[in-house]
């Protein structure tokens, strides 16, 4: 009976140190001209942290006139760095502009705020993205 026990409890030590954590933090922030919401996703694997996995997304939403063109953008932080470009972005509709992965990369977190600086038609604004 011992023994019966004692291999349910292992198994189940096992189990769960064998567990996936899942989260996403959805960061979003607006300036005059733009509203931008950065999607971060990442597994992070309790027991091998070489598999922890990320998947980034920035969204990027005109509020201007017209359509803005040659759209030029950096995300960063301590812990990222991003940057990408379009030649054009149509003017009130959402555009998913940048999409990053990896393995084994520093994980942000809920307490991090990252700095979106965007340059499109020779103006440029600076977007402070936080946590929602």
Known sequence: MRKKILLVFLSLLLFVGCTHQKQTITFVGESNNWKARFIYSYEMSSNKPSENSVN??????????????????????????????REMIQR?????????????????????????????????????LSPQ
Do not use: H, M, R
């Open 92 to 128: 009130g509709e959402w555009v998913s502009c940048a999409k990053a992965g990896g393995k084994n990369v520093a994980l942000l977190s809920k307490s991090d705020t990252l700095e979106l600086v965007i340059e499109w038609n020779g103006g440029k604004e600076e977007i402070l």
């Open 56 to 85: 980034e997304e920035l969204l990027l939403f005109y509020k201007g006139d017209s359509n803005p063109q040659n759209v030029k953008f950096t995300i960063s932080s301590n812990l990222l760095s991003l940057n990408d470009e």
